[in-house]
């Protein structure tokens, strides 16, 4: 059985993976075996069913960082955007054909991160809880000791990209991007 500290500085091989796959369509190959190096991560390939380092996720962003002069929120929301189309590919059994945006991100605790949960016990996604403000906005609270906020817009911003709704989206921070608790405001325009 894991315990919080083991969940917190152990990470899930696919974000590696996917991550490796965003810096290599974002730049080259040749990028990631340098942020690697520099990150001073010893192993050259992550197994999607392995669990890593958290650690090391951020010694590579950090990295990228530097060698981009981005900042590590932009480069995790970015990454957290590339993720969206192999995420609903992954989750699709559990998305419903007449769901958007709004049904997606209402239902991404109780589905997706839910089944997460139940089929490996080793890992341990992000808790979100939803709020409904109205008809047209949603705060979401973004729970994490690995602090990954930027994960979390990006993928918002990606869902809407998904589903062809970026203009009718509108995604603001409500805390520091930084924090373990993070409210995200999601505005849905007519």
Not at 79 to 84: P, S, W
Not at 104 to 125: C, F, G, N, W, Y
Not at 167 to 176: A, F, I, N, R, T
Request: hydrophobic content about 40%.
């Amino acid at each position: 059985m894991k315990n919080e500290a083991d969940a917190f500085h152990l990470m899930h091989g696919s974000m590696f993976v996917m991550l490796q796959h965003y810096v290599e369509s974002a730049y080259d190959h040749g990028t990631w075996v340098k942020l690697l190096e520099g990150a001073g991560v010893e192993h050259t390939s992550f197994q999607m069913q392995e669990m890593y380092p958290t650690h090391e996720i951020f010694a590579i962003v950090g990295r990228l960082g530097e060698s981009t002069g981005q900042s590590i929120f932009n480069l995790m929301e970015q990454f957290g955007k590339f993720m969206v189309p192999d995420l609903m590919r992954m989750y699709s059994r559990y998305v419903r054909p007449e769901w958007r945006t709004y049904e997606m991100l209402i239902h991404t605790e109780d589905k997706m991160h839910a089944a997460v949960r139940r089929e490996d016990s080793r890992t341990s996604p992000p808790k979100l809880i939803i709020t409904k403000k109205g008809a047209n906005q949603l705060v979401i609270e973004y729970k994490s000791k690995r602090r990954m906020a930027g994960v979390a817009v990006g993928i918002i911003k990606g869902i809407s990209r998904y589903f062809n709704e970026s203009d009718k989206v509108e995604v603001m921070l409500l805390s520091p991007a930084d924090a373990e608790r993070v409210q995200i405001k999601v505005d849905f325009l007519s």
